[in-house]
């Protein structure tokens, strides 16, 4: 199976930074999207920032975290990382690692981190 770790997340006051990572782990045969996701209280989970490499490494980001957001991957070491810049408090979710990839059962599949918590504080 495929284990997706975040880590990064905390409180910061608004107008601050922080930088998410997501390592992933287990028999990855073969890995294509990965990105983040978010979820704040009371809504759905939406998309934040993706990179798609069968799609030669297209990105793709929220209109709300555009030109403050960027996203990044290592792909050697099945890694992404997302460097907030000007955080809001409407940025206050948490904050989920997302992974497309064809594992170690031959399948490919949607794999998904615990979660960290993002707070800006107004």
């Known amino acids: 199976q495929v284990q997706l770790v975040e880590s990064g997340g905390g409180l910061v006051q608004d107008g601050g930074s922080l930088r998410l990572s997501c390592s992933a782990s287990?028999?990855?045969?073969?890995?294509?999207?990965m990105g983040w996701y978010r979820q704040a209280p009371g809504k759905q989970r939406e998309l934040v920032a993706r990179?798609?490499?069968?799609?030669?490494?297209?990105?793709n980001y929220a209109d709300s975290v555009r030109g403050r957001f960027t996203i990044s991957r290592d792909n050697g070491a099945n890694a992404i990382y997302l460097q907030m810049n000007s955080l809001t408090p409407e940025d206050t979710a948490v904050y989920y690692c997302?992974?497309?990839?064809?594992?170690?059962?031959?399948?490919?599949?949607?794999?998904w981190g615990q979660g960290t918590q993002v707070t800006v504080s107004s």
């Open positions: 287990g028999t990855i045969l073969q890995a294509d999207a």
């Open positions: 990179i798609t490499p069968q799609q030669r490494n297209k990105f």
């Open positions: 997302h992974m497309y990839a064809y594992a170690g059962d031959y399948k490919w599949g949607d794999y």
